[in-house]
């Protein structure tokens, strides 16, 4: 099952364009990212960061821009789990606008590390099983 999540696409988010620059599409999808963890396993991602010392950065990314954030437009995101490791899990990102038209996808891969050390380490249980009821099937 998938999480949605929405915002919209602010003034400075645009570039000369006036359409969204592309890192601030990264940007959007990292806030997203965030909002996430609370739906899906119950701890905020400032909690995780700050008291449990745990993060999960991305390592590689796999993204198709498809058509143009716009000012004003209001982004639906679908975040959902492609595949759980033992210290990493991907994420598969959809984006559409108000209309339903798919803006943007990517499929990101993130390490649970701990943040004193930055080193990985397995994904905790209680994290597990919340990504665990999200995953999706990959496309092919």
Not at 51 to 64: A, C, L, N, W
Not at 76 to 83: F, P, V
């Amino acid at each position: 099952m998938a999480v949605e999540l929405s915002r919209r696409v602010d003034y400075p988010m645009l570039d000369g364009a006036n359409i969204a620059y592309y890192p601030r599409i990264f940007d959007l999808a990292h806030r997203f990212f965030e909002e996430a963890w609370e739906p899906m396993c119950g701890v905020s991602y400032p909690v995780m960061i700050n008291e449990r010392k745990i993060g999960f950065p991305v390592v590689h990314v796999e993204t198709d821009f498809i058509s143009p954030l716009r000012y004003g437009d209001t982004i639906h995101a679908t975040l959902a789990i492609e595949r759980i490791g033992t210290s990493s899990c991907t994420w598969k990102y959809l984006l559409h606008n108000q209309n339903g038209t798919l803006l943007w996808t990517s499929s990101q891969v993130t390490v649970c590390v701990n943040m004193e050390t930055l080193e990985s380490q397995p994904i905790p249980d209680d994290l597990r099983q919340g990504l665990e009821k999200h995953v999706v099937e990959a496309e092919t």
